[in-house]
Protein backbone atom coordinates (compact mmCIF):
# COMPACT_ATOMS: atom_id res chain seq x y z
CA UNK A 1 0.00 0.00 0.00
CA UNK A 2 1.49 3.54 -1.07
CA UNK A 3 1.70 5.98 1.72
CA UNK A 4 -0.21 8.88 0.55
CA UNK A 5 0.56 12.84 1.94
CA UNK A 6 -1.85 14.38 0.95
CA UNK A 7 -5.17 13.06 2.26
CA UNK A 8 -7.39 15.58 0.66
CA UNK A 9 -7.09 16.37 -2.95
CA UNK A 10 -9.10 19.10 -4.41
CA UNK A 11 -9.44 19.56 -8.47
CA UNK A 12 -10.76 23.25 -9.80
CA UNK A 13 -10.92 24.95 -12.67
CA UNK A 14 -13.30 26.95 -15.10
CA UNK A 15 -16.51 24.60 -16.10
CA UNK A 16 -15.52 22.26 -19.15
CA UNK A 17 -11.74 21.91 -18.03
CA UNK A 18 -12.41 17.92 -17.06
CA UNK A 19 -12.40 17.47 -13.79
CA UNK A 20 -15.32 14.89 -13.27
CA UNK A 21 -13.28 12.66 -15.74
CA UNK A 22 -9.66 13.42 -14.08
CA UNK A 23 -11.58 12.54 -10.22
CA UNK A 24 -12.59 9.10 -12.10
CA UNK A 25 -9.05 8.48 -13.48
CA UNK A 26 -7.49 9.69 -10.16
CA UNK A 27 -9.24 7.45 -8.22
CA UNK A 28 -8.68 4.57 -9.86
CA UNK A 29 -5.31 5.04 -9.95
CA UNK A 30 -5.03 5.69 -6.20
CA UNK A 31 -7.32 2.43 -5.78
CA UNK A 32 -4.77 0.64 -7.93
CA UNK A 33 -1.82 1.64 -5.34
CA UNK A 34 -4.64 0.05 -2.45
CA UNK A 35 -4.99 3.87 -1.58
CA UNK A 36 -8.77 3.66 -0.52
CA UNK A 37 -10.65 6.96 -1.41
CA UNK A 38 -13.73 9.04 -1.22
CA UNK A 39 -14.74 10.58 -4.09
CA UNK A 40 -16.99 14.26 -3.59
CA UNK A 41 -18.35 17.74 -4.95
CA UNK A 42 -19.43 20.94 -3.69
CA UNK A 43 -21.99 21.75 -3.58
CA UNK A 44 -23.14 18.79 -3.54
CA UNK A 45 -22.53 14.90 -2.29
CA UNK A 46 -25.33 15.39 0.78
CA UNK A 47 -28.60 15.57 0.87
CA UNK A 48 -28.32 19.35 1.57
CA UNK A 49 -25.90 19.87 -0.52
CA UNK A 50 -27.52 18.26 -3.75
CA UNK A 51 -30.69 20.59 -3.26
CA UNK A 52 -29.07 23.36 -2.72
CA UNK A 53 -26.62 22.75 -5.92
CA UNK A 54 -30.33 22.11 -7.68
CA UNK A 55 -31.13 25.42 -6.77
CA UNK A 56 -27.77 27.38 -7.33
CA UNK A 57 -27.42 25.70 -10.87
CA UNK A 58 -30.31 24.63 -12.51
CA UNK A 59 -32.80 27.11 -11.99
CA UNK A 60 -30.76 29.81 -13.80
CA UNK A 61 -34.22 32.07 -13.79
CA UNK A 62 -34.49 31.86 -9.83
CA UNK A 63 -32.87 35.24 -8.88
CA UNK A 64 -30.26 34.57 -5.97
CA UNK A 65 -28.14 37.72 -4.73
CA UNK A 66 -24.65 37.71 -4.87
CA UNK A 67 -24.35 37.49 -0.79
CA UNK A 68 -27.05 34.87 -0.67
CA UNK A 69 -25.50 33.01 -3.23
CA UNK A 70 -22.41 32.73 -1.38
CA UNK A 71 -24.22 31.38 1.99
CA UNK A 72 -26.05 28.69 -0.06
CA UNK A 73 -22.48 27.43 -1.07
CA UNK A 74 -20.98 27.93 2.37
CA UNK A 75 -23.96 25.97 3.73
CA UNK A 76 -23.43 23.42 1.38
CA UNK A 77 -19.40 22.96 2.28
CA UNK A 78 -19.98 23.40 5.97
CA UNK A 79 -22.74 20.19 5.51
CA UNK A 80 -20.10 18.58 3.26
CA UNK A 81 -17.12 19.09 6.09
CA UNK A 82 -18.48 16.35 8.53
CA UNK A 83 -18.34 13.86 5.43
CA UNK A 84 -14.69 14.95 4.90
CA UNK A 85 -14.01 14.92 8.42
CA UNK A 86 -15.20 11.66 8.51
CA UNK A 87 -13.68 10.03 5.87
CA UNK A 88 -9.85 11.51 6.94
CA UNK A 89 -10.58 10.01 10.20
CA UNK A 90 -10.98 6.76 8.65
CA UNK A 91 -7.69 7.40 6.67
CA UNK A 92 -9.83 7.78 3.32
CA UNK A 93 -7.89 9.94 0.56
CA UNK A 94 -10.78 12.21 -0.07
CA UNK A 95 -10.97 13.98 -3.56
CA UNK A 96 -13.13 16.37 -4.18
CA UNK A 97 -14.56 18.42 -7.28
CA UNK A 98 -14.53 22.30 -6.47
CA UNK A 99 -13.82 23.32 -3.04
CA UNK A 100 -13.00 27.01 -1.50
CA UNK A 101 -10.74 28.24 -4.59
CA UNK A 102 -14.26 27.95 -6.76
CA UNK A 103 -15.31 30.43 -4.21
CA UNK A 104 -12.55 32.17 -4.27
CA UNK A 105 -12.44 32.44 -8.17
CA UNK A 106 -15.71 33.23 -9.02
CA UNK A 107 -17.51 34.91 -6.45
CA UNK A 108 -17.06 38.73 -6.21
CA UNK A 109 -15.58 39.04 -3.05
CA UNK A 110 -12.55 39.92 -1.07
CA UNK A 111 -10.06 36.86 -1.14
CA UNK A 112 -8.27 37.66 2.22
CA UNK A 113 -12.02 37.75 3.84
CA UNK A 114 -13.65 34.55 2.50
CA UNK A 115 -10.62 33.12 3.36
CA UNK A 116 -11.11 34.38 7.05
CA UNK A 117 -14.77 33.37 6.89
CA UNK A 118 -14.26 29.80 5.98
CA UNK A 119 -11.63 29.51 8.33
CA UNK A 120 -14.01 30.83 11.52
CA UNK A 121 -16.33 28.63 10.23
CA UNK A 122 -14.05 25.43 10.67
CA UNK A 123 -14.27 24.78 7.46
CA UNK A 124 -11.61 21.60 6.52
CA UNK A 125 -8.46 22.65 4.46
CA UNK A 126 -7.64 20.67 1.64
CA UNK A 127 -3.82 19.90 1.70
CA UNK A 128 -3.69 19.91 -2.69
CA UNK A 129 -5.75 22.30 -4.74
CA UNK A 130 -4.65 21.11 -8.27
CA UNK A 131 -6.17 24.12 -11.13
CA UNK A 132 -6.64 22.36 -14.29
CA UNK A 133 -6.30 25.13 -16.70
CA UNK A 134 -7.22 25.29 -20.18
CA UNK A 135 -8.34 28.46 -22.43
CA UNK A 136 -11.57 29.37 -22.26
CA UNK A 137 -12.78 29.24 -25.61
CA UNK A 138 -12.13 25.75 -25.28
CA UNK A 139 -13.44 24.92 -22.10
CA UNK A 140 -17.14 26.37 -22.80
CA UNK A 141 -17.22 24.55 -26.10
CA UNK A 142 -16.65 21.37 -24.03
CA UNK A 143 -18.83 22.30 -21.12
CA UNK A 144 -21.98 23.01 -23.25
CA UNK A 145 -21.44 20.27 -25.84
CA UNK A 146 -24.41 18.10 -24.86
CA UNK A 147 -26.21 19.94 -22.15
CA UNK A 148 -27.94 23.78 -20.89
CA UNK A 149 -25.69 25.50 -20.03
CA UNK A 150 -26.09 26.34 -16.38
CA UNK A 151 -26.54 29.13 -14.03
CA UNK A 152 -22.43 30.10 -13.91
CA UNK A 153 -22.06 28.47 -17.69
CA UNK A 154 -24.28 31.23 -19.25
CA UNK A 155 -21.98 34.23 -18.38
CA UNK A 156 -20.29 35.99 -21.35
CA UNK A 157 -16.64 35.51 -22.01
CA UNK A 158 -15.26 37.88 -19.99
CA UNK A 159 -16.56 36.64 -17.23
CA UNK A 160 -14.61 33.03 -17.36
CA UNK A 161 -11.72 35.07 -18.29
CA UNK A 162 -11.61 36.78 -15.27
CA UNK A 163 -12.54 33.48 -13.24
CA UNK A 164 -9.74 32.12 -14.95
CA UNK A 165 -7.13 34.68 -13.94
CA UNK A 166 -8.94 34.62 -10.15
CA UNK A 167 -7.80 30.61 -10.59
CA UNK A 168 -3.95 31.31 -11.63
CA UNK A 169 -3.62 34.28 -8.89
CA UNK A 170 -4.30 31.75 -6.03
CA UNK A 171 -0.64 30.37 -7.79
CA UNK A 172 1.43 33.74 -6.54
CA UNK A 173 -0.89 34.62 -3.74
CA UNK A 174 -2.38 32.08 -1.45
CA UNK A 175 -3.93 32.68 1.23
CA UNK A 176 -3.20 29.17 2.70
CA UNK A 177 -0.33 28.12 4.63
CA UNK A 178 -2.21 24.42 4.56
CA UNK A 179 -3.16 24.01 1.28
CA UNK A 180 -0.42 23.88 -1.85
CA UNK A 181 -1.84 25.45 -5.28
CA UNK A 182 -0.47 23.99 -8.46
CA UNK A 183 -1.81 24.28 -11.95
CA UNK A 184 -1.67 21.55 -14.77
CA UNK A 185 -2.54 21.94 -18.65
CA UNK A 186 -5.61 20.48 -19.68
CA UNK A 187 -5.40 20.99 -22.86
CA UNK A 188 -2.72 18.31 -23.18
CA UNK A 189 -4.07 14.69 -24.06
CA UNK A 190 -6.32 13.35 -21.21
CA UNK A 191 -3.61 10.16 -20.25
CA UNK A 192 -0.75 12.90 -20.10
CA UNK A 193 -3.40 14.92 -17.56
CA UNK A 194 -4.42 12.07 -15.77
CA UNK A 195 -0.32 11.22 -15.29
CA UNK A 196 0.86 14.47 -14.14
CA UNK A 197 -2.55 14.99 -11.67
CA UNK A 198 -1.15 11.48 -10.02
CA UNK A 199 2.31 12.59 -9.93
CA UNK A 200 1.45 15.44 -8.34
CA UNK A 201 -1.23 13.73 -5.65
CA UNK A 202 1.82 11.27 -4.87
CA UNK A 203 4.07 14.00 -4.29
CA UNK A 204 5.11 14.90 -0.92
CA UNK A 205 4.93 18.44 -0.33
CA UNK A 206 7.89 20.79 0.45
Request: hydrophobic share 40%; glycine share 4%; with cysteine.
Amino acid sequence: MEELINKFIVLEGIDGCGKSTQIKHLERELNARQVKTLAIRDPGSTELGEALRDHILHRPHLPICAKALLLMFLAARAQLNVTISQALEHGLTVICDRYEASTMAYQPFDRQWLYALSRDLGIIEPTLTIILDIPVEVSLERANKNRSPDRFESQPLIYFNQVRQNYLSLLRNNPSKITKYITIDSHQPEDIVTYNILSSALKKNP
